[in-house]
């Protein structure tokens, strides 16, 4: 086929792509067009497709075709053929000023990738790919659309230059940060003088502009977008993650202090804001954001003072006139502005601007307002509560005389939070809205904040506490006693209790230790008190069906009340015990401990169907679990004896195997926490050991029989198996001590672990099985706290590394056989293997097995060990031990341990598997992730040891 034809060809591909209503056809097409992307001779045929112009989609795959041949590597095209391709897409762009403005953005790509690539190549000294601006003022000083054009081409390649491409990862990303420096200390300053002397242009003509006309629009985007890529550059290569917006701080590098300094700049955007339509304002606040995080050291304390006062002013002129702000992006970047004054300014700044009462007291009106809106714009709620808990964090530190007026402000932000959350629940139950207590990530951390704002004024915060909760716990207490109350008042009830319980947990947790007084945790008492009352009624209706929410609630109150006042560090003379005392005869804290295992038991027994409840409640117990003296406490309780005496599916649902497989994950840590409450007192007293595993016993007993008979193809075989792997994998976690880990390991072995071999066998296939198996073994072979110290005479540590070598061939020769899908190749297949890598690794760096005695005795279970591992290794594709980072971090660490204690192994391996795991350091060699990368430095550091001993012992003879 001729080039004409292929080109038409080409044309229509795309027409088909893009339009066509046919799946399988647009599919064809993809595959060709993407055949045609990796072909090599694409070059001509892709500037044919732009002569040509027929079709903005044929214009489109061949900017793109291009882009990505340039990505690849700049080796491809020599220096010549890349500056006649910058040369070309300038020229196209200004020929064709009304192309679609995908096109055009695919050529600014391509332009902004080239001068990236091509950045410190040069031609007779002269960097080729510099000119930048050069290049572009002709575009600037054409027409509307050749403007916007040259806009564009400039935002594109500051956006470039910041940012890490698939190409740049894969090469150096010291070339990244070389390249970017340079455009920042050459190029990036002049840009953002360009931008604002655009802008402050625009600002001049705005009677003149018709914002309705796209082409007028379209370039005030463009220039606003330059601006905010100019200010949100990554100055000094800190790559800050965005989800930490509200900490950040712009490094604007020194030679930008004049731009700063004469204010103009921090007025223009200011004026640009209440210049622009709603379409266009909010990116002049995203620059104003930007502008207010600029670092402090850039200014004396004078000249921050003065900027300060004007940020203020610029901000408080915008909350005198807030009809702009009901435009939900306007109000999301205000908010983020106010959050920023704070986080980059101290309180003793903040008190000495002009007219600080009115900008405080009209910023807590703007709050108030926000917050009993709660539907409009929740996300940036967030931006408000940050900026009174900086505030109110802050009234410890502040030295100036000036009066700050928190104490005035903050209280009503914090009732006009708790009463809009109450109000809420009406509306949501009513009209059947999106419940906020859905999003628990979201009300924590409100609640997080809350708990430092709460704490200015703290008796009016628990006088508002304890009046709403006296109306609504008495309110609920009446509908709870009348059966025939309609479920949408009660619904209402439970929701207002549940926002309660959270802000009085969020209030108990907001105490600090250095800043407390007895006072405000007599206060906390009065709190505390009436919620154990809630409780006591809510558990006792749990037998008629309970209130999912508010138990999330009561037990995220449990964790923050265990944070502060159960602990060693606690004083016992607390004015919350005394009063606790004096209301529910609670004296001290056992036998709050009491009542919080009681409620743990009930959650076990009530909400086995509810995942959600069961994984906190277990939380909340393996935190008690841990505390020195909280857990010495514990084992002396009734209740905590009764759970070590009937851990069973009868009183514990959650046990049984009418449960979900994936609900079966708490299992595990419900027996860590009662294998450390088990092992305070267990010394050496194996009686007690196995009458707390009496229902284990029975369990593996009746599996081992079934199996067998050959029973095993029943759903309740099966999560038996993996019920009781996870099980016993909670207690060898616990189980940190040598005398405890030896009375697991007498009850395991040889017992038992043939019926898990046996498991592995049968359910190969199946990860949900065989993954709580293998970490099941992994844990037995970790030497955690020294606990595999194995006596001089005892066989043991060979027993059972000669268990986990059992385990990894068992598995690993028969998953080698099994074909899946690459989608589904990790949690399949991949998972498995690395768990197996973990267990190696742990067996062979534990310090328990003298390995020598194998080979001398001529077991082959370090053999088989090994071999398994290089077949595991060879049926894993290359790029795949890099793309998991699970994966890759039991691979590395395996490697490393090998390469320093069985380097002899190594080295007897076939060339092609020697070669295999060479190629994969090189690549580990490259990683993101230090630690795959410093573990390939120390592999290839003990392989290079070896070669030179050898060497050097055979120069010798």
Same mark, same amino acid.
């Given at each position: 086929?001729?080039?004409?034809?292929?080109v038409?060809?080409?044309?229509?591909?795309?027409?088909?792509l893009?339009?066509?209503?046919?799946?399988g056809?647009?599919?064809?097409?993809?595959?060709a067009?993407?055949?045609?992307?990796?072909s090599?001779?694409?070059?001509?045929?892709?500037?044919?497709?732009?002569?040509?112009?027929?079709?903005?989609?044929?214009?489109?795959?061949?900017t793109t075709?291009?882009?990505?041949?340039?990505s690849?590597?700049?080796?491809?095209?020599?220096?010549?053929?890349r500056?006649?391709?910058?040369?070309?897409?300038?020229?196209y762009?200004?020929?064709?000023p009304?192309?679609?403005q995908?096109?055009?953005?695919?050529?600014?790509?391509?332009?902004?990738?080239?001068?990236k690539?091509?950045?410190?190549?040069?031609?007779?000294?002269e960097?080729?790919?510099r000119?930048?601006?050069?290049d572009v003022?002709?575009?600037?000083?054409g027409?509307?659309?050749h403007?916007m054009m040259?806009?564009q081409?400039?935002?594109q390649?500051?956006?470039?230059?910041n940012?890490?491409?698939?190409?740049?990862?894969?090469?150096?990303?010291?070339?990244?940060?070389?390249?970017?420096?340079s455009?920042?200390?050459?190029?990036?300053?002049?840009?953002f003088?360009?931008?604002s002397?655009?802008l402050?242009t625009?600002?001049e003509?705005k009677?003149?502009?018709?914002?309705?006309?796209?082409?007028?629009?379209g370039l005030?985007?463009?220039?606003l977008?330059?601006?905010?890529n100019?200010?949100?550059?990554?100055?000094?290569g800190?790559?800050?993650?965005?989800?930490?917006?509200?900490?950040c701080?712009?490094?604007?590098?020194?030679a930008?202090?004049?731009?700063?300094?004469e204010?103009?700049?921090?007025?223009?955007?200011?004026?640009?804001?209440?210049?622009?339509?709603?379409?266009?304002?909010?990116?002049?606040?995203s620059?104003?954001?930007?502008?207010?995080?600029?670092?402090?050291?850039l200014?004396?304390?004078?000249?921050?003072?003065?900027?300060?006062?004007?940020?203020?002013?610029?901000?408080?002129k915008i909350?005198?006139?807030?009809?702009?702000?009901?435009?939900?992006?306007?109000?999301?970047?205000?908010?983020?502005?106010?959050?920023?004054?704070?986080?980059?300014?101290?309180?003793?700044?903040?008190?000495?601007?002009d007219?600080?009462?009115?900008?405080?007291?009209l910023?807590?009106?703007?709050?108030?307002?926000?917050?009993?809106?709660?539907?409009?714009?929740?996300?940036?709620?967030h931006?408000?509560?940050?900026?009174?808990?900086r505030?109110?964090a802050?009234?410890?530190?502040?030295?100036?005389?000036?009066?700050?007026?928190?104490e005035?402000?903050?209280?009503?932000?914090?009732?006009?939070?708790?009463t809009s959350?109450l109000?809420?629940?009406?509306?949501?139950?009513?009209?059947?809205?999106?419940?906020?207590?859905?999003?628990?990530?979201?009300?924590?951390?409100?609640?997080?904040?809350?708990?430092?704002?709460?704490?200015?004024?703290?008796s009016?915060?628990?006088?508002?506490?304890?009046?709403l909760?006296?109306t609504?716990a008495?309110?609920?207490?009446?509908?709870?006693?009348?059966h025939?109350?309609?479920?949408?008042?009660?619904?209402?009830?439970?929701?207002?209790?549940t926002?309660?319980?959270?802000?009085?947990?969020?209030?108990?947790g907001?105490?600090?230790?250095?800043?407390?007084?007895?006072d405000?945790?007599?206060?906390?008492?009065?709190?505390v008190?009436?919620v154990?009352?809630?409780?006591?009624?809510? !558990?006792?209706?749990?037998s008629?069906?309970?209130? #999912?929410?508010?138990?999330?609630? /009561?037990l +995220?109150? =449990? %964790?923050?009340?265990?944070?502060?006042?159960?602990?060693?560090?606690?004083?016992?003379?607390?004015?919350?015990?005394?009063?606790?005392?004096?209301?529910?005869?609670?004296?001290?804290?056992?036998?709050?401990?009491?009542?919080?295992?009681?409620?743990v038991?009930?959650?076990?027994?009530?909400?086995?169907?509810?995942?959600?409840?069961?994984?906190?409640?277990?939380?909340?117990?393996?935190d008690l679990?841990?505390?020195y003296?909280?857990?010495?406490?514990?084992?002396?309780?009734?209740?905590?004896g009764?759970?070590?005496s009937?851990?069973?599916?009868?009183?514990?649902?959650?046990?049984?195997?009418?449960?979900?497989?994936?609900?079966?994950?708490?299992?595990?840590?419900?027996?860590?926490?009662?294998?450390?409450?088990?092992?305070? !007192?267990?010394?050496?007293?194996?009686?007690?050991? #196995?009458?707390?595993?009496?229902p /284990?016993? +029975?369990? =593996? %007993?009746?599996?081992?029989?079934?199996?067998?008979?050959?029973?095993?193809?029943s759903e309740?075989?099966?999560?038996?198996?993996?019920?009781?792997?996870?099980?016993?994998?909670?207690?060898a976690?616990?189980?940190?001590?040598?005398?405890?880990?030896?009375?697991?390991?007498?009850?395991?072995?040889?017992?038992?672990?043939?019926?898990?071999?046996?498991?592995?066998?049968?359910?190969?296939?199946?990860?949900?099985?065989?993954?709580?198996?293998?970490?099941?073994?992994?844990?037995?072979?970790q030497?955690?706290?020294?606990?595999?110290?194995?006596?001089?005479?005892?066989?043991?540590?060979?027993?059972?590394?000669?268990?986990?070598?059992?385990?990894?061939c068992?598995?690993?020769?028969r998953?080698?056989d099994?074909i899946?899908?690459? !989608?589904q190749?990790?949690?399949?297949k991949?998972k498995?293997?690395?768990?197996?890598?973990?267990?190696?690794?742990?067996?062979?760096?534990?310090?328990?097995?003298?390995?020598?005695?194998?080979?001398?005795?001529?077991?082959?279970?370090?053999?088989?060990?090994?071999?398994?591992?290089v077949?595991?290794?060879?049926?894993?594709?290359?790029?795949?031990?890099?793309?998991?980072?699970?994966?890759?971090?039991?691979?590395?660490?395996l490697?490393?341990?090998l390469a320093?204690?069985h380097?002899?192994f190594?080295?007897?391996?076939?060339?092609?598997?020697?070669?295999?795991?060479?190629?994969?350091?090189?690549e580990?060699?490259?990683?993101?992730?230090?630690?795959?990368?410093?573990?390939?430095?120390?592999?290839?550091d003990?392989?290079?040891?070896?070669?030179?001993?050898?060497?050097?012992?055979?120069?010798?003879?």
């Amino acid at each position: 086929m001729d080039e004409e034809s292929e080109v038409i060809r080409l044309e229509a591909l795309c027409k088909e792509l893009y339009e066509s209503q046919d799946a399988g056809a647009r599919a064809e097409a993809e595959k060709a067009l993407v055949s045609f992307q990796n072909s090599p001779e694409s070059l001509g045929k892709c500037q044919r497709l732009l002569d040509r112009g027929n079709s903005p989609y044929a214009q489109l795959l061949a900017t793109t075709t291009i882009t990505k041949l340039i990505s690849r590597s700049t080796q491809t095209l020599n220096l010549g053929q890349r500056i006649d391709i910058r040369n070309y897409v300038l020229t196209y762009l200004w020929s064709q000023p009304k192309l679609p403005q995908f096109v055009v953005q695919g050529l600014v790509t391509l332009f902004s990738r080239i001068t990236k690539l091509g950045w410190f190549d040069s031609e007779k000294d002269e960097f080729v790919f510099r000119a930048v601006i050069t290049d572009v003022t002709k575009f600037l000083q054409g027409s509307a659309e050749h403007c916007m054009m040259g806009v564009q081409l400039l935002s594109q390649l500051t956006c470039e230059m910041n940012q890490i491409s698939e190409a740049d990862a894969s090469r150096s990303l010291t070339k990244h940060r070389k390249i970017a420096s340079s455009f920042r200390d050459t190029q990036l300053f002049e840009i953002f003088q360009l931008s604002s002397t655009l802008l402050r242009t625009a600002l001049e003509n705005k009677n003149n502009l018709d914002f309705n006309d796209s082409a007028q629009h379209g370039l005030m985007t463009q220039l606003l977008r330059l601006a905010h890529n100019c200010l949100t550059f990554d100055f000094i290569g800190t790559s800050t993650d965005e989800s930490s917006d509200d900490l950040c701080t712009v490094q604007i590098p020194t030679a930008w202090r004049p731009a700063f300094l004469e204010y103009a700049t921090l007025q223009l955007f200011f004026d640009l804001y209440s210049s622009l339509p709603a379409s266009l304002s909010p990116l002049a606040l995203s620059c104003l954001v930007q502008i207010a995080s600029v670092r402090r050291s850039l200014f004396n304390n004078a000249e921050r003072g003065k900027f300060l006062n004007q940020l203020v002013s610029g901000v408080r002129k915008i909350l005198q006139n807030p009809q702009d702000l009901s435009d939900p992006n306007n109000y999301h970047e205000f908010c983020r502005l106010l959050a920023r004054l704070k986080s980059n300014y101290q309180l003793g700044e903040l008190v000495m601007v002009d007219n600080y009462q009115e900008s405080i007291q009209l910023m807590a009106k703007f709050t108030v307002e926000s917050l009993q809106m709660w539907q409009f714009a929740p996300n940036s709620i967030h931006y408000l509560l940050s900026l009174w808990q900086r505030m109110v964090a802050s009234v410890p530190y502040v030295k100036a005389t000036e009066p700050h007026l928190l104490e005035t402000y903050t209280p009503e932000v914090t009732h006009a939070y708790i009463t809009s959350r109450l109000e809420s629940v009406a509306v949501v139950v009513r009209d059947g809205l999106e419940d906020p207590l859905e999003d628990l990530g979201m009300v924590g951390q409100q609640l997080d904040q809350l708990s430092v704002i709460g704490r200015c004024e703290y008796s009016k915060t628990c006088q508002l506490l304890v009046q709403l909760f006296d109306t609504y716990a008495r309110e609920y207490q009446e509908l709870c006693s009348n059966h025939a109350t309609p479920e949408v008042e009660l619904k209402t009830a439970e929701g207002r209790l549940t926002w309660l319980v959270y802000i009085i947990g969020s209030a108990v947790g907001g105490r600090v230790s250095f800043n407390s007084n007895e006072d405000h945790d007599a206060m906390d008492g009065e709190l505390v008190c009436r919620v154990l009352q809630l409780m006591q009624l809510t !558990d006792s209706r749990l037998s008629q069906g309970g209130c #999912e929410k508010l138990e999330l609630a /009561l037990l +995220s109150f =449990f %964790e923050q009340f265990r944070k502060i006042y159960i602990g060693d560090q606690v004083q016992k003379t607390s004015k919350v015990y005394r009063r606790l005392s004096e209301v529910l005869g609670l004296n001290d804290e056992s036998m709050v401990l009491s009542v919080i295992i009681r409620k743990v038991i009930t959650n076990l027994k009530y909400w086995g169907a509810c995942e959600l409840i069961i994984s906190k409640t277990l939380q909340l117990l393996s935190d008690l679990s841990v505390g020195y003296g909280t857990v010495r406490k514990l084992v002396k309780l009734e209740e905590v004896g009764f759970l070590l005496s009937n851990h069973t599916a009868e009183h514990y649902p959650f046990l049984g195997v009418n449960v979900g497989v994936t609900e079966m994950r708490c299992r595990s840590m419900f027996y860590t926490s009662l294998g450390r409450l088990l092992m305070v !007192d267990l010394g050496e007293d194996e009686d007690k050991f #196995e009458a707390f595993m009496i229902p /284990l016993t +029975s369990a =593996f %007993e009746s599996l081992g029989q079934v199996l067998a008979a050959g029973g095993y193809n029943s759903e309740e075989v099966r999560k038996t198996v993996i019920g009781l792997a996870r099980d016993l994998r909670g207690i060898a976690f616990a189980f940190n001590t040598k005398t405890s880990y030896m009375m697991l390991f007498d009850w395991i072995y040889p017992t038992y672990t043939p019926i898990l071999q046996r498991a592995v066998e049968i359910w190969f296939q199946d990860p949900q099985v065989t993954t709580p198996i293998l970490k099941l073994f992994a844990e037995l072979v970790q030497n955690r706290s020294q606990r595999l110290q194995f006596d001089v005479s005892s066989p043991n540590g060979i027993l059972l590394f000669r268990e986990a070598s059992k385990i990894i061939c068992t598995y690993g020769n028969r998953i080698l056989d099994v074909i899946v899908s690459k !989608d589904q190749m990790y949690p399949l297949k991949l998972k498995g293997i690395s768990i197996c890598f973990s267990m190696l690794k742990a067996a062979l760096c534990g310090s328990y097995v003298n390995f020598g005695v194998f080979r001398l005795y001529g077991d082959e279970a370090l053999d088989n060990a090994l071999n398994t591992f290089v077949k595991l290794l060879l049926s894993i594709p290359q790029t795949d031990l890099l793309d998991y980072p699970k994966l890759s971090q039991t691979y590395y660490v395996l490697l490393e341990c090998l390469a320093q204690d069985h380097m002899a192994f190594l080295a007897t391996l076939e060339p092609q598997v020697f070669l295999y795991i060479l190629a994969s350091i090189s690549e580990g060699l490259q990683a993101l992730d230090t630690m795959v990368c410093t573990g390939c430095c120390a592999t290839l550091d003990h392989i290079v040891t070896y070669l030179f001993k050898k060497v050097t012992n055979i120069t010798r003879k």
